[in-house]
């Protein structure tokens, strides 16, 4: 990982999340365990966001787009995989609402990556809609609606102007003290995320895919650590109980780590510490991620 360290808006991952993997403790491979295992070696040297729920900091990956990775695995385009629009008008308390501003977030991303400009307005409406329920409708107002509806084609454009409005968002979340909120909205964007990538991985046996997928392991702790100050509301702890459950199959999955040699740039008096990963994942293993994943979000958009 990067030795300097950027900081990232809030509520901006939620709109264009994903995954990486900073260099940690090694594990070792569970002589137990049996079955085929594709091992993959990545450069784990990726910028890490850093996030302020409640006082406390987090660590949350960076924002690389999902979607990106996906479409160049190949994956064709999936409908299904998203949150229908039609299900925005029935959520009925500010944490379904929440959550599912988060979902259809991440489902604009993946839209923008696809080209699916016939869609896209929709969506848009949707997190419109969420957003002037639960008192952000300041930063998906009309003026964005048309900078958008001019942008469409424009991959790049158009998700620069999502996480400016997400940003917008963010501001408002902390200047109200609603860190609450926006950390359904995180977890709405990174789960909708991992779904991608799930029916990726189904559709292509990607190895990428699968290794981003395996990544999670580190990054659902920290989930699930940001929403630990929230656990005596029911809800959080209900939605908490569930991600422990899929927690328990990223358990099993093992990672090695090699750190290489650091690279010193004299010029810019900066020193890049990185390292490379195996991991080790079964097909069993993403066969039950998906499985739960679909289940607990299932449980949120319905």
């Not at 406390?56 to 629009?85: E, G, M, R, Y």
């Not at 003290?177 to 559709?203: H, M, Y």
């Not at 422990?244 to 008096?269: H, M, R, S, W």
């Amino acid at each position: 990982m990067k030795k300097n360290v950027r900081i990232f808006s809030t509520l901006a991952i939620a709109a264009t999340t994903l995954f990486t993997v900073s260099c940690g403790g090694s594990e070792t491979e569970d002589p137990g365990k049996t079955g085929p295992k594709p091992v993959v070696a990545v450069d784990s040297s990726q910028t890490i966001g850093l996030v302020n729920i409640g006082g406390q900091v987090f660590v949350i990956p960076s924002p690389i787009q999902t979607a990106d990775l996906i479409s160049k695995s190949k994956a064709p385009f999936d409908s299904d995989l998203l949150n229908p629009t039609e299900n925005a008008s029935k959520y009925s308390d500010n944490f379904k609402k929440a959550l599912n501003m988060g979902i259809y977030g991440a489902d604009l991303g993946y839209l923008a990556v696809y080209n699916m400009t016939d869609k896209t307005t929709a969506y848009l409406k949707a997190v419109k809609e969420l957003a002037g329920q639960i008192g952000l409708g300041n930063a998906f107002n009309d003026e964005l609606a048309n900078k958008i509806s001019e942008s469409l084609g424009d991959e790049g454009k158009m998700l620069s102007l999502v996480s400016e409005a997400y940003k917008t968002a963010d501001d408002y979340l902390k200047e109200n003290q609603k860190d609450d909120v926006a950390s359904l909205v995180i977890v709405g964007g990174w789960l909708e995320s991992l779904n991608f990538a799930c029916g990726a991985a189904e559709a292509t046996n990607n190895p990428e895919v699968i290794e981003r997928i395996a990544d999670q392991k580190n990054v659902l702790k920290t989930i699930l650590a940001m929403l630990k100050q929230y656990r005596d509301n029911e809800d959080y702890d209900d939605l908490a109980v569930e991600l422990e459950d899929l927690q328990k199959i990223f358990d099993g999955i093992t990672y090695t780590y090699a750190f290489v040699e650091p690279v010193t740039n004299e010029g810019e008096k900066k020193t890049t510490i990185s390292c490379k990963h195996e991991v080790s994942i079964t097909p069993a293993q993403v066969a039950e991620i998906s499985a739960l994943v679909k289940s607990i979000r299932n449980d949120i958009i319905e």
